[in-house]
């Protein structure tokens, strides 16, 4: 079936502007994770969804970034008042849970720069 | 292999050749392990996992070597192929109900034809 998607794919805005990127996860799959990475580095996680429960939200860097989840579908990730260092590539996974709740299918990420 | 700086660490290798890429992970505890392989403008993508009842798993041109004693996990490529240049990261999980994975700074394959 489909896989993971976001958007938008690309994403230019100015510098205190917000941003809403979106992504939606394979259908079934109870958890979604969004992550973000900056050029030539490694992932940084950001904020797990699994099902209903309360999210983990350990990973958001400040308080101008904040993600939805309804259900077992469609999250967004709001940056609010953008600043230069928020430009990355923002990823977003989903895992199936059960005895592969460990392999995380990702999206094609969403490129934000911020001028 | 790792190496310090701003700058992703890079193996670069001829065509056919075997390659093997390194990662140093952070917590003992850590029980399971994936490769990711991530394509210029792509999502990582699964390769191979491990758990840490093992010290090797094969896949298909590919073998993950896992040393618990020194916390090291290695990715081995038979026979590289250009299709292979990617960045490749390793990521560990805990596990006992926690499933945020902490991710490997990556490694940048290049496969020269």
Redesign the interface.
């Known amino acids: 079936g489909a896989g ?1 998607s976001q958007s938008p794919s690309n994403k230019v805005t100015e510098k205190g502007k917000d941003v809403e990127l979106r992504c939606d996860p394979i259908s079934g799959h109870t ?1 979604l ?1 969004w ?1 973000r990475q900056r050029l ?4 940084e ?1 950001l904020i ?1 969804f ?1 099902g209903n429960s309360a999210p ?1 939200k ?2 958001l860097p400040s308080d101008r970034f904040s993600a939805e989840r309804t259900g077992e579908s469609v999250s967004t990730l709001t940056i609010q008042r953008t600043q230069q260092e928020d430009s990355a590539v923002y ?1 977003c ?1 989903s ?1 199936s849970g059960g005895g592969s ?9 969403t490129r934000l720069t911020v001028t | 292999g790792e190496s310090v700086g ?3 660490p890079t193996l670069s290798v001829q065509e056919g050749d075997n390659s093997i890429i390194n990662c140093a992970y952070s917590n003992s505890a850590s029980d ?1 392990f ?1 490769w ?1 392989k991530q394509e210029s ?6 390769i191979i ?1 491990i758990r840490s009842n093992m010290d090797k798993r094969q896949g298909q041109r590919v073998t993950v070597l896992l040393n618990k004693t020194v916390k090291h996990l290695s990715l081995q490529i038979a026979a590289t192929q250009p299709g292979d240049s990617a960045v490749y ?1 390793c990521a560990e ?1 805990i596990g006992g109900g926690s ?8 490694t940048s394959l290049i496969v020269h034809p």
């Not at chain 1, 030539?40 to 992932?43: A, D, E, K, P």
């Not at chain 1, 709740?101 to 990420?109: D, L």
């Open positions: 993971v958890a994770y992550y030539g580095q490694g992932l996680f797990y699994q983990d350990s990973g990823l996974a895992t709740q460990y392999e995380q299918y990702f999206g094609p990420g | 701003l700058h992703l399971y994936i990711y403008g792509k999502g990582p993508q699964f996992d990261f999980n499933y945020i994975p902490t991710f490997g700074r990556g």
